[in-house]
């Protein structure tokens, strides 16, 4: 009974832990926590056991994900089930790749595998799928700030990938594997520290973010509240995406900027009364199919604020142009689904982080949010469901250059690299025959202790237990 009872609990405890810790409203802490139990199960269990639990977590843990997929998002119902069973098989393949090579005296080189198979995986998806890096892990540390920094460095990609190593450095249970975990964990929050010490930039021209749930009368109720918020000092106001449906409108004030989100044969941001047009480059499929896709930048107030749209926001390369192009802050008309406002927005707070710059971002049905270089949120409250909903906040002046910013997306192609080394030295391993396929401290079908094997000639042979104990350390 032991046998199926402590796997099963294993393997509950860490879907459990990814269903808190991700999803829509993810708690930030258990995200670290969620690998850990099935990295403990993959320790003892067989390879079938370990990627069976390995892929019933991620499977259960995003289960919640269904109703949002095919509901909000209208994906086929077969769509939304590959977007759950993909990455499900793809973190079993993850946890069975770390049993290989700890079996096999690699506990370093384990612990890197998991985090190497997420980000790649993730990478992959942001390049050839139609959602960017929607799925990656590491929004669900946008409210923990030092660790966010990260993303300054290395993308979203170093803080998925610390999210998953260092639980994996704790499953080895080596002491090599801990330290490198150490002097990351330092590192990175000494980092993060260093960068939050900086002051928010409030210098510049100051926005307010508009919007509201309700659909009747729009033009003449965004007159009087962009004429209200002109009143208190709003030199640029921002409203929220796919408001209107004709590009003429009556928005034009003297020495201010309106941005409005304008749904024509493009979804637009138009700029009044500069006449400054973006059109988004990324449509969700199936909900805003027939709109035609824009495929430049827009840029106000000399190049330093820039022009983008909701879903542009949660695509890293698109939005690194802006910071290449030096911008201070971006102005982003958006439209939420009620409850993923939380996790778009902060989408828009880490792009951010990322390049250096602000985000001015004004969401009906979502979240108006603004947030500083370093993903402080400086002004938000959600859009109201019949009252006009406004908040205003100081931009920066000027950006912040950022290691991503220069050199891109360098971390995923190191996961990629760092993959390819685990998955070699797991069929050189095999092919040189020098270690058993027995689990650490178990057989391959049981999480029990093995009977003594004997050899040719009836010598006892060495269990793969004992080789396994104490594994060479990685040069």
Request: charged share 15%; glycine share 10%.
């Amino acid at each position: 009974m032991e046998r199926i009872l402590l796997p099963l609990a294993l393997t509950l405890a860490s879907a459990v832990l990814t269903h808190l810790g991700t999803g829509l409203h993810p708690v930030w802490w258990l995200t670290w926590l969620a690998p850990l139990p099935v990295l403990f199960l993959a320790r003892r269990a067989g390879r079938g056991t370990t990627l069976a639990a390995g892929t019933l977590v991620w499977l259960a843990g995003q289960a919640q994900m269904w109703p949002y997929f095919t509901g909000a998002l209208e994906m086929p119902p077969p769509l939304a089930a590959a977007l759950i069973a993909g990455p499900a098989l793809c973190y079993g393949l993850g946890v069975l790749l770390f049993r290989t090579l700890l079996t096999r005296g690699r506990p370093l080189l384990a612990a890197s595998a998991v985090p190497a198979v997420w980000v790649t995986a993730e990478y992959v998806m942001n390049l050839a799928g139609p959602h960017g890096a929607w799925w990656s892990l590491a929004y669900t540390q946008a409210d923990f700030l030092p660790v966010l920094q990260t993303a300054s460095v290395t993308g979203v990609w170093g803080v998925t990938f610390l999210l998953l190593f260092v639980p994996a450095s704790v499953a080895v249970l080596r002491p090599r594997a801990a330290v490198v975990s150490g002097v990351l964990v330092a590192l990175t929050l000494g980092h993060g520290l260093v960068r939050l010490s900086t002051p928010t930039d409030t210098g510049g021209r100051k926005v307010a973010l508009v919007a509201t749930d309700a659909s009747e009368d729009l033009v003449r109720r965004y007159g009087e509240a962009v004429d209200t918020a002109v009143a208190h000092g709003a030199e640029i106001v921002v409203l929220p995406e796919k408001v209107f449906r004709t590009a003429d409108l009556p928005f034009a004030r003297p020495g201010v900027e309106v941005v409005a989100g304008i749904a024509m044969e493009t979804n637009s941001a138009v700029g009044y009364p500069s006449g400054v047009r973006y059109d988004k480059h990324h449509m969700i499929p199936g909900v805003e199919r027939g709109y035609r896709p824009g495929t430049g930048l827009a840029f106000l107030d000399g190049d330093r604020l820039g022009l983008i749209i909701c879903k542009d926001l949660d695509f890293p390369g698109l939005v690194r142009k802006y910071g290449k192009a030096g911008v201070a802050a971006l102005l982003a008309p958006a439209w939420d689904f009620d409850e993923d406002a939380w996790l778009h927005s902060r989408m828009a707070v880490v792009r951010g982080v990322e390049n250096g710059l602000a985000v001015a971002r004004a969401a009906r049905e979502g979240r108006l949010t603004v947030s500083d270089d370093r993903g402080r949120i400086v002004a938000e409250r959600h859009s109201g469901r019949t009252g006009m909903t406004t908040v205003t906040a100081s931009l920066p002046r000027e950006g912040s250059a950022t290691l991503y910013t220069a050199l891109g997306d360098w971390a995923a192609w190191a996961s990629a690299g760092l993959l390819l080394l685990a998955l070699g030295a797991a069929a050189r391993t095999r092919s040189s025959g020098s270690v058993s396929g027995s689990p650490i401290g178990g057989s391959a079908t049981s999480l029990s202790t093995p009977s003594p094997v004997r050899g040719p000639a009836n010598r006892p042979s060495t269990p793969a237990s004992a080789v396994i104990g104490t594994p060479r350390e990685e040069g």
